[in-house]
């Protein structure tokens, strides 16, 4: 909602701009246009000024423009990562295939919202990437060196990251 209104507070902002640059030209087309010398010199002047009124409108419009599709596409990302934590906390566990085609998503950008959200502290659990499957499970759970898979001696792969190096699940705490 907010970009929204960013974003139409920046195209009323560029419309002003606009008009306040052919006003301003008008008035300087006509105050001249009566001057029998024939010199365009007030003319030029009076153009220029309205172009140095109207670049302040029209700059801060493009930029709420701009940064109105920034927060759209910042708020699609949060919406994203809170349906797949939703999802993934209610069920207990979910089919990264499920996530994919619930958020009409790529497997690569549900990979990268799971690690986002890991990496945030939002999220505990494991997943197993050979099976496609996202495991919710408490931190208390998952203490210790075994793998919740396969029993397998884990080792840390990052922050708030542990992998199984026999079944390759990742296990984030």
Request: aromatic share 10%; charged share 20%; net charge negative.
């Amino acid at each position: 909602m907010i970009s929204r209104s960013g974003r139409l507070i920046g195209i009323i902002l560029i419309v002003v701009g606009v008009f306040v640059c052919l006003g301003c030209s008008a008035v300087s087309f006509f105050s001249t246009r009566n001057v029998e010398t024939g010199a365009t010199g007030g003319f030029v002047l009076g153009l220029v000024i309205s172009a140095f009124v109207a670049i302040p409108f029209v700059g801060a419009g493009i930029y709420l423009i701009i940064r109105g599709r920034a927060e759209e596409e910042e708020l699609a990302d949060v919406a994203r990562q809170r349906k797949i934590l939703d999802m993934v906390k209610t069920r207990g566990q979910v089919d990264i295939s499920d996530l994919v085609f619930e958020l009409k998503s790529t497997s690569d950008e549900v990979r990268d919202d799971i690690y986002q959200i890991v990496g945030m502290g939002l999220f505990t659990g494991y997943v197993n990437w050979d099976e496609g499957v996202l495991y919710s499970r408490e931190a208390s759970q998952l203490t210790g060196n075994k793998c919740p898979n396969c029993g397998g001696e884990q080792e840390f792969a990052g922050k708030g990251v542990i992998t199984c190096r026999y079944c390759g699940t990742d296990v984030f705490l």
